[in-house]
């Protein structure tokens, strides 16, 4: 069965960190370019980071350069999304996908990050 599958959201204090997972089954991620996206509830979808196949290249937007971190260990099969300094307009539903841009090929159920004090 193919899917991918995110874990490690939570709720945690302004300043702080997370570290997201992005697993996947039934195809080897390597080969495909796989991107973190998060929505807020009447937000648009945003892409907050990718990473390309092949040589790993990162893309990140203004919003979160500097402070999130993609990563990919192919032994896992999975990817990383690391984030620091998180502030409170960074809660949203966080989901991994292939590829970076639509249309889409697979999508992950999603994994919440809600930062609060």
């Known amino acids: 069965q193919v899917q991918l599958v995110e874990s490690g959201g939570d709720l945690v204090q302004p300043g702080g960190s997370l570290r997201l997972s992005c697993a996947a089954s039934?195809?080897?991620?390597?080969?495909?370019?796989i991107g973190w996206f998060r929505q807020a509830p009447g937000k648009e979808r945003e892409g907050v980071s990718c990473?390309?196949?092949?040589?790993?290249?990162?893309f990140y937007p203004d919003s979160v350069k500097g402070r999130f971190t993609i990563s990919r260990d192919n032994a896992k099969n999975t990817v990383y999304l690391q984030m620091n300094s998180l502030k409170p307009e960074d809660t949203a539903v966080y989901s991994c996908?292939?590829?970076?841009?639509?249309?889409?090929?697979?999508w992950g159920q999603g994994t919440q990050v809600t930062v609060s004090s």
């Open positions: 039934g195809f080897t991620l390597e080969y495909y370019a």
């Open positions: 990473i390309s196949s092949g040589d790993g290249s990162t």
């Open positions: 996908a292939t590829p970076c841009d639509s249309p889409f090929v697979y």
